[in-house]
């Protein structure tokens, strides 16, 4: 069993920022990529960065110079700092995961999602 928790989200001021986290745990013998993504209210679930084992990141157009990833393989924890936010990045951030859980066995994993409200 695996499980991937995020957290840090709430209510933010136009402007803020935010440091969300996601924490894996179970049984995990390796992970490769992870990723954030979000889905706004009405909208699709989009992709906003990713990052490997090595720590190579990409990311959305959208979001690039006001969003970071990052990563701790020692915690099994992927993290994405929001800075300046924006009405419109009210949505539900969802973390995944790919995780190679044997030597034989490996998948991709998400989180349940935490929930970012930007309003003044």
């Known amino acids: 069993q695996v499980q991937l928790v995020e957290s840090g989200g709430g209510l933010v001021q136009p402007g803020g920022s935010l440091r969300l986290s996601c924490a894996a745990s179970g049984s995990i013998f390796s992970i490769f990529d992870m990723g954030w993504y979000r889905q706004g209210p009405g909208k699709q679930r989009e992709l906003l960065a990713t990052?490997?084992?090595?720590?190579?990141?990409n990311y959305a157009d959208s979001v690039k110079g006001r969003f970071t990833i990052s990563r701790d393989n020692a915690k099994n924890t992927v993290y994405l700092q929001v800075n300046s936010l924006k009405p419109e990045d009210t949505a539900v951030y969802y973390c995944n995961a790919d995780i190679l859980t044997s030597l034989i066995s490996r998948n991709l994993f998400w989180g349940r999602g935490t929930q970012v409200t930007v309003s003044s």
């Open positions: 990052i490997s084992n090595s720590g190579r990141t």
